[in-house]
């Protein structure tokens, strides 16, 4: 069950847990961490990341969760970063 006035969750031992959704459900403006630093900038950040590590991946820097998911969803890219990041682990 979930307090919207707080944004916890009951949990079935009775204890709580916080949802990171808002209770009015805008989930582009909330905020993730304590320094402030919004989803969106995260998923920016991500992007950059990916596209420095490969840059023939050329995701877009406005790059969508959508566009993001269908260029991951099939697990060649995430190898690709492993054996970037540690050479020869993962067989392409």
């Given at each position: 069950?979930?307090?919207?006035?707080?944004?916890?969750?009951?949990?079935?031992?009775?204890?709580?847990?916080?949802?990171?959704?808002?209770?009015?459900?805008?989930?582009?403006?909330?905020?993730?961490?304590?320094?402030?630093?919004?989803?969106?900038?995260?998923?920016?950040?991500?992007?950059e990341w990916l596209n420095s590590l490969?840059?023939?991946?050329?995701?877009?820097?406005?790059?969508?969760?959508?566009?993001?998911?269908?260029?991951?969803?099939?697990?060649?890219?995430?190898?690709?970063?492993?054996?970037?990041?540690?050479?020869?682990?993962?067989?392409?």
């Amino acid at each position: 069950m979930m307090d919207s006035s707080s944004g916890n969750h009951k949990t079935e031992k009775g204890g709580t847990s916080t949802s990171s959704v808002p209770a009015n459900g805008d989930m582009f403006g909330r905020v993730v961490n304590g320094t402030g630093e919004t989803e969106g900038k995260r998923l920016a950040f991500l992007v950059e990341w990916l596209n420095s590590l490969l840059p023939d991946l050329g995701l877009p820097e406005t790059a969508s969760y959508e566009d993001l998911r269908s260029v991951l969803i099939d697990g060649t890219i995430l190898c690709r970063l492993l054996n970037r990041l540690r050479p020869c682990s993962v067989d392409e």
